[in-house]
């Protein structure tokens, strides 16, 4: 079985400073990984993906994640935070098989003035 | 490209009523999701459809819920006698098999059971 383990559940940070999100992951078979963001009262949103190639992706608002194989992770980073990514962020892992994505608990990143 | 749509946004019923939730995913899309979402947790999987087949069902899915893809476009998602432990956000997500296994989330459906 798959799992995802997000070990911040909440992440305060001044606006500008940098960011890093972590996530864990087991799977016995081959790995995709996503990065969503739901903002409140919203669904998800694809942040960014790795599903094979370069392990360092990137995301069009400045984030980036990198794939560590041999320290199973795949934690989220953004040099310089702002307001608006204040919002709920979740690691998740694809089950080839199942198709169903398996999804951490979440980490809440709050950016302060 | 509209993205996913679901209705309601939001139901409030009573315990033992029976509820259920539409989504109607982005066109063409082949694959369509469902996803149970509980305060302060991460998305869990229920089912999921290819076209209208009814591949893979999560043990989350009890017998009081059943879904249905009856032409291979938009789904049902309904829940028979509703328990208080029902209330959640249930999200729908669609995906082409083409686009390298993404799936694209609609804004869900806010259950409260009274």
């Known amino acids: 079985a798959q799992s995802v383990t997000q070990l911040d559940s909440q992440v305060p940070v001044f606006e500008e400073a940098p960011v890093e999100l972590r996530c864990n992951y087991s799977?016995?078979?081959?790995?995709?990984l996503f990065w969503y963001v739901q903002y409140p009262n919203q669904g998800l949103q694809l942040l960014l993906k790795?599903?094979?190639?370069?392990?360092l992706v990137e995301s069009i608002n400045g984030f980036e994640a990198e794939f560590n194989k041999s320290q199973t992770s795949f934690h989220l980073r953004k040099p310089s935070v702002h307001i608006s990514d204040t919002a709920e962020y979740f690691c998740a892992v694809l089950d080839t098989g199942r198709r169903a994505l398996t999804f951490g608990s979440g980490t809440r990143l709050q950016v302060q003035p | 490209d509209t993205g996913v749509s679901q209705d309601p946004r939001h139901k409030i019923t009573k315990r033992g009523q029976n509820v259920t939730f539409r989504c109607d995913p982005i066109s063409e899309h082949n694959r369509l999701y469902w996803y149970r979402q509980t305060l302060g947790q991460g998305p869990e999987f229920l089912t999921y459809f290819q076209n209208e087949a009814q591949l893979e069902k999560s043990r989350l899915l009890s017998d009081r819920f059943s879904a249905e893809r009856p032409k291979g476009s938009f789904s049902t998602l309904e829940i028979q006698r509703t328990e208080q432990g029902d209330s959640a956000m249930y999200l729908c997500a669609s995906s082409l098999v083409a686009q390298q296994e993404t799936q694209y989330f609609g804004p869900g459906t806010r259950l409260l059971v009274l």
């Open positions: 799977s016995s078979v081959s790995v995709y």
């Open positions: 790795y599903l094979s190639g370069s392990t």
